[in-house]
């Protein structure tokens, strides 16, 4: 990694944390034990499945509100303090920075997972008949779709508002996880221009389904190696295509302190 990149990304990192960003995860933790609490009377088998369904969306919602609330305003934060430009006029590129950012959010979106999953599965150890490593799928599935979101809302901060991205960003997790929905919708209507429509929507955004394997893993069907690495390819070139949209537009924005 350049020794640039990866100083703006642990520079980025200790400034998340500093916003104690990390409060979420006690409130995961909450969420955790207080759906123990109320599930409690329900048998062995429907809490466990309740229990996971909560808090693999849990993650995703937590994380998701990391990287819209937290990654809208980076980018316009440096902007009014003015230390973009003392950044800038060291030799660090604008693609440079970009890139530095994007894996310091990163980075406090992995550390998140990693103790809410420990979390996650504490919990499901102590509900009997529902601890499983096949939970690590969708950890590692969250992940790319939390991956790709970043570069959403880093794409979003190079050429609009932060209160614009975060809306822009929500906009694309809601109909990124109905694409496929709408696509159907749109090829059982009789116009036209609302099929085109339809297919436009479905191959200009995300399809975020692809990362969600919730469903699956909480009721032991198989998750395939196909998946995983076709999963992977997609969020892999998905967030490369954005960040160097990002970078394009970033190169010829006028920056003022």
């Not at 400034?15 to 955790?32: C, N, P, Q, S």
């Amino acid at each position: 990694m350049n020794n640039h990149i990866g100083a703006l990304a642990f520079s980025t990192f200790r400034e998340t944390v500093r916003d104690r960003i990390f409060y979420l995860v006690a409130v995961f933790g909450f969420v955790m034990l207080a759906s123990t609490a109320v599930l409690s009377p329900l048998n062995i088998g429907a809490q466990g499945k309740i229990m996971s369904d909560v808090g693999l969306a849990a993650m995703v919602v937590f994380g998701l509100l990391v990287a819209v609330f937290v990654g809208s305003a980076m980018v316009r934060k440096e902007l009014d303090k003015g230390t973009i430009l003392t950044i800038l006029a060291k030799p660090v590129g604008r693609r440079e920075y970009l890139w530095g950012k994007f894996l310091g959010l990163n980075l406090t979106l992995v550390s998140m997972l990693a103790v809410m999953g420990v979390l996650f599965l504490a919990m499901l150890f102590m509900a009997p008949g529902t601890f499983s490593l096949r939970f690590l799928y969708a950890f590692y599935l969250t992940f790319l779709e939390l991956m790709l979101l970043n570069a959403v809302v880093v794409f979003f901060s190079t050429c609009v508002s932060p209160v614009l991205a975060a809306v822009f960003t929500l906009g694309v997790f809601a109909v990124g996880h109905l694409s496929e929905s709408i696509r159907d919708f749109g090829q059982m209507q009789g116009t036209a221009v609302q099929r085109t429509m339809s297919e436009v929507i479905y191959y200009l955004v995300p399809n975020l389904e692809v990362f969600n394997v919730r469903a699956a893993v909480v009721h032991g069907d198989p998750v395939t190696a196909s998946h995983l690495l076709m999963a992977t390819l997609y969020g892999v070139a998905w967030t490369g295509l954005l960040l160097l949209l990002a970078g394009a537009i970033f190169d010829r924005k006028e920056l003022r302190g």
